[in-house]
């Protein structure tokens, strides 16, 4: 479970800081399909920083399973972020070098997994997004929608609690978008947690929360 207790956030520009979230409180339930929304600049990607233990907040607690991410070392990070988060992107962030599988092993080769259970595992997480057939291509050779399922299948192949979704169809056609939610539906249902950022009401309708970042503070919108 994720629980953030009247946390803030500040960055320093210049001589001056500029607080980007108020104290906020937010949890999220093991189990979660929930979709954060907001204007442009309302501290979304800031939130989601600290949600996945890329960032620290300034003040307040961050509690994740009941451990205390605020004082932890960049190495305890690390491995959190590793063993327990999924991060996907609106552009991919493929290397355009690698394959498919290679690209899905590299959490694996930073967790210091040997080389043949990586093989397995990265072939694994490709049949579960449906690109088995299309583990030996790179990047380029395919579709945007591709591309994404081969992103997610790297954000699973560690077998995280949590998926953190930073736009993850902002890149796509409608239809395409279709199969991506369909995919982070059915990951969903499977026990895995799933919190979306978008601009995107259709995206939120499939899922089963939404709350709204508005000047740093959690507006909660009600389930229709
Ligand atoms: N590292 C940083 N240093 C200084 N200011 C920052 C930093 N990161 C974010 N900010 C500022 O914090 C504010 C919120 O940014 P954030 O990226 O969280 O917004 P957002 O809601 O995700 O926006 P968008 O929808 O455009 O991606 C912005 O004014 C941004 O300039």
Same mark, same amino acid.
């Given at each position: 479970?994720?629980?953030?207790?009247?946390?803030?956030?500040?960055?320093?520009?210049?001589?001056?800081?500029?607080?980007?979230?108020?104290?906020?409180?937010?949890?999220?339930?093991?189990?979660?399909?929930?979709?954060?929304?907001?204007?442009? #600049?309302?501290?979304?990607?800031?939130?989601?920083?600290?949600?996945?233990?890329?960032?620290? @907040?300034?003040?307040?607690?961050?509690?994740?399973?009941?451990?205390?991410? #605020?004082?932890?070392?960049?190495?305890?990070?690390?491995?959190?972020?590793?063993?327990?988060?999924?991060?996907?992107?609106?552009?991919?962030?493929?290397? @355009?070098?690698?394959?498919?599988?290679?690209?899905?092993?590299?959490?694996?080769?930073?967790? #210091?997994?040997?080389?043949?259970?990586?093989?397995?595992?990265?072939?694994?997480?490709?049949?579960?997004?449906?690109?088995?057939?299309?583990?030996?291509?790179?990047?380029?050779?395919?579709?945007?929608?591709?591309?994404?399922?081969?992103?997610?299948?790297?954000?699973?192949?560690?077998? @995280?609690?949590?998926?953190?979704?930073?736009?993850?169809?902002?890149?796509?056609?409608?239809?395409?978008?279709?199969?991506?939610?369909?995919?982070?539906?059915?990951?969903?249902?499977?026990?895995?947690?799933?919190?979306?950022?978008?601009?995107?009401?259709?995206?939120?309708?499939?899922?089963?929360?939404?709350?709204?970042?508005?000047?740093?503070?959690?507006?909660?919108?009600?389930?229709?």
């Amino acid at each position: 479970m994720i629980e953030l207790k009247r946390v803030t956030k500040s960055f320093k520009i210049g001589q001056t800081y500029s607080q980007v979230l108020s104290p906020l409180d937010l949890t999220i339930e093991e189990g979660s399909f929930m979709t954060i929304m907001g204007p442009s #600049g309302s501290g979304k990607s800031t939130l989601m920083n600290i949600i996945g233990c890329l960032d620290k @907040p300034t003040t307040g607690a961050y509690l994740l399973d009941g451990q205390n991410i #605020g004082a932890m070392s960049e190495r305890q990070l690390a491995k959190i972020r590793n063993e327990q988060i999924g991060f996907v992107f609106q552009q991919f962030h493929l290397l @355009p070098k690698l394959s498919a599988w290679k690209n899905v092993e590299l959490p694996l080769v930073y967790a #210091g997994m040997d080389k043949r259970e990586r093989y397995v595992r990265a072939h694994k997480a490709l049949a579960k997004v449906g690109l088995l057939d299309w583990a030996d291509y790179v990047p380029a050779s395919l579709s945007g929608g591709q591309k994404q399922r081969v992103a997610i299948a790297r954000a699973l192949v560690n077998e @995280p609690t949590i998926i953190l979704a930073d736009e993850p169809t902002g890149a796509l056609d409608t239809k395409t978008s279709v199969t991506i939610m369909e995919l982070l539906q059915s990951l969903n249902e499977s026990g895995t947690t799933i919190a979306i950022i978008t601009h995107e009401p259709e995206v939120a309708e499939w899922t089963n929360r939404t709350v709204f970042v508005r000047d740093g503070q959690i507006q909660e919108v009600p389930a229709s």
